[in-house]
């Protein structure tokens, strides 16, 4: 997106209550990957008007976009994946402050490896991946199943700060993450039980609707 245009958009957004800025301050200060305002704020609006009752996050890291949904939608809950020690404890800590813990539970582990315990707690009306970029193909494969037919899953990052269309990368690790990323997008794109659009808001955002019945001609 035009820098300017960003800077503009990102400007109209009102002010965060406190305990978001201060956990947008800490992340800043820790490297502590958070979505972007414009992808945030495109969440949450599709969120609202979906109105899901059960959320599943792929991802938490200080629960930052846990909180905003739940602070956007206060009749959802949420359960959350976090295999990182430091950040799971991080983000049980702001989710208390909150006073979210009644409705955000936090699952300790490798999305890979949580299938059985995180589906327990479905079927979810909507999935939010945010983790591993790398992984992405296969988080939607192992958790597609426990998301209701009409509900939607939501990849982040899926533009990848424009390297997944850009000029040839000279750091090979990145050209690789780059590659996956858009090797998911092109799968993404060719699921028939899906209806996939990418928005170019924040890092790019991949909504995917559910087909079912009722949906087979959306």
Same mark, same amino acid.
């Given at each position: 997106? &035009?820098? @300017?245009?960003? +800077? !503009?958009?990102?400007?109209l =957004?009102? #002010?965060?209550?406190g305990?978001?800025? @201060?956990?947008?301050a800490?992340?800043? @200060?820790? &490297? ?6 414009? %992808? ?10 979906h ?8 991802g938490?890291?200080i629960g ?6 739940a602070?956007? *939608? ?7 994946i976090e295999?990182?020690m @430091?950040?799971y404890? /991080?983000? $049980?800590? &702001?989710?208390? $402050? #909150? ?8 699952i300790?582990?490798?999305? *890979? /490896?949580t ?6 707690? %479905?079927?979810?009306?909507? =999935?939010?991946? +945010?983790a591993a970029?790398?992984?992405?193909r $296969?988080f939607f ?6 998301l209701?037919?009409?509900? =939607?899953?939501?990849? +982040? ?5 424009g ?6 990368i000279?750091?090979?690790? *990145?050209?690789? *993450? ?14 028939k039980e !899906?209806?996939?659009? =990418?928005?170019?808001?924040? +890092?790019?955002?991949?909504?995917s609707?559910?087909?079912? /019945?009722? !949906?087979?001609?959306?």
């Amino acid at each position: 997106m &035009n820098v @300017e245009l960003q +800077d !503009y958009l990102e400007s109209l =957004i009102p #002010a965060r209550p406190g305990i978001f800025a @201060e956990m947008e301050a800490f992340a800043k @200060e820790n &490297n502590v990957p958070i979505m972007e305002p414009l %992808g945030m704020e495109l969440l949450l609006q599709i969120l609202r008007i979906h109105q899901p009752s059960k959320i599943l996050e792929i991802g938490t890291a200080i629960g930052y976009s846990a909180l905003r949904m739940a602070f956007a *939608l206060p009749g959802s809950r949420i359960v959350s994946i976090e295999r990182d020690m @430091e950040r799971y404890t /991080e983000a $049980k800590k &702001n989710i208390k $402050k #909150a006073g979210a813990s009644d409705r955000i539970q936090i699952i300790h582990g490798d999305a *890979l /490896e949580t299938v059985e315990e995180a589906s327990s707690h %479905g079927p979810f009306d909507a =999935i939010f991946i +945010d983790a591993a970029k790398g992984q992405y193909r $296969k988080f939607f494969s192992l958790y597609s199943s426990f998301l209701r037919d009409g509900g =939607i899953m939501v990849s +982040d990052n899926v533009l990848f700060k424009g390297l997944v269309y850009g000029e040839e990368i000279e750091n090979k690790r *990145l050209s690789k *993450l780059a590659g996956k990323i858009n090797g998911y997008n092109q799968w993404l794109m060719s699921q028939k039980e !899906y209806v996939t659009t =990418i928005i170019p808001a924040g +890092d790019g955002i991949a909504i995917s609707l559910k087909r079912g /019945e009722g !949906y087979e001609k959306a």
